[in-house]
């Protein structure tokens, strides 16, 4: 009875133990109180709240891989002329992380009659879009709102970005330090 009670206790102990804690690692999360520093002016287009970037570089958006990791800059509010993000720190207040299923439409629409199922099955998704938003503070800087991380992965194992490779993804524009 003994042996059960020391190879239980042992076994719970062992689960604790896996918490994952290195940067490459898809489990582990960016902890708020990091910070994400810009390195150079980011300019905001006129009469837009974000901007997308993708391996260093600013994208529009249609010229985006979603397949890739890419992350989107948000303001607060949208304004009539280009607005100019100086060099400052951003203290990364909370973390969120969420997968929203990507699917075909349901059914094809032909002249008002609509069709479903016809081109195969349209139940499963075709891909998990793995999201890893950080909310962002500024006392110069307000405006600053929140930085998406984003890539669309395999449905059925699909992981988080690593934060090295969101890094990676920043990377000449924004420098992700943990506290």
Same mark, same amino acid.
């Given at each position: 009875?003994?042996?059960?009670?020391? @190879?239980?206790?042992?076994?719970?102990?062992?689960?604790?133990?896996?918490?994952?804690? =290195?940067?490459?690692?898809?489990?582990?999360?960016?902890?708020?109180?990091?910070?994400?520093?810009?390195?150079?002016?980011?300019?905001?287009?006129?009469?837009?709240?974000?901007?997308?970037?993708?391996?260093?570089?600013?994208? $529009?958006?249609?010229?985006? *891989?979603?397949?890739?990791?890419?992350?989107?800059?948000?303001?607060?509010?949208?304004?009539?002329?280009?607005?100019?993000?100086?060099?400052?720190?951003?203290?990364? @207040?909370?973390?969120?992380? *969420?997968?929203?299923?990507?699917?075909?439409? =349901?059914?094809?629409?032909?002249?008002?009659?609509?069709?479903?199922?016809?081109?195969?099955?349209?139940?499963?998704?075709?891909?998990?879009?793995?999201?890893?938003?950080?909310?962002?503070?500024?006392? $110069?800087?307000?405006?600053?709102? $929140?930085?998406?991380?984003?890539?669309?992965?395999?449905?059925?194992?699909?992981?988080?970005?690593?934060? *090295?490779?969101?890094?990676?993804?920043?990377?000449?524009?924004?420098?992700?330090?943990?506290?």
């Amino acid at each position: 009875m003994r042996r059960l009670w020391i @190879t239980v206790l042992v076994l719970l102990l062992g689960g604790c133990a896996g918490t994952p804690t =290195s940067p490459d690692s898809p489990y582990f999360t960016v902890p708020a109180g990091s910070r994400l520093i810009l390195e150079q002016p980011l300019v905001i287009p006129p009469e837009r709240v974000s901007v997308y970037i993708q391996k260093g570089e600013v994208m $529009r958006y249609g010229a985006v *891989n979603r397949y890739y990791p890419h992350c989107k800059l948000e303001l607060r509010e949208r304004t009539a002329q280009a607005f100019t993000l100086q060099p400052d720190t951003f203290l990364v @207040t909370r973390v969120s992380r *969420n997968i929203w299923m990507v699917s075909r439409p =349901s059914s094809v629409r032909l002249a008002g009659a609509a069709f479903s199922g016809v081109f195969g099955d349209d139940s499963s998704p075709m891909a998990a879009e793995m999201t890893t938003e950080l909310f962002l503070g500024s006392d $110069r800087q307000p405006q600053a709102y $929140r930085m998406s991380c984003i890539y669309w992965d395999d449905p059925a194992f699909p992981e988080h970005l690593s934060i *090295n490779e969101i890094r990676a993804t920043l990377a000449g524009l924004f420098r992700l330090e943990l506290p």
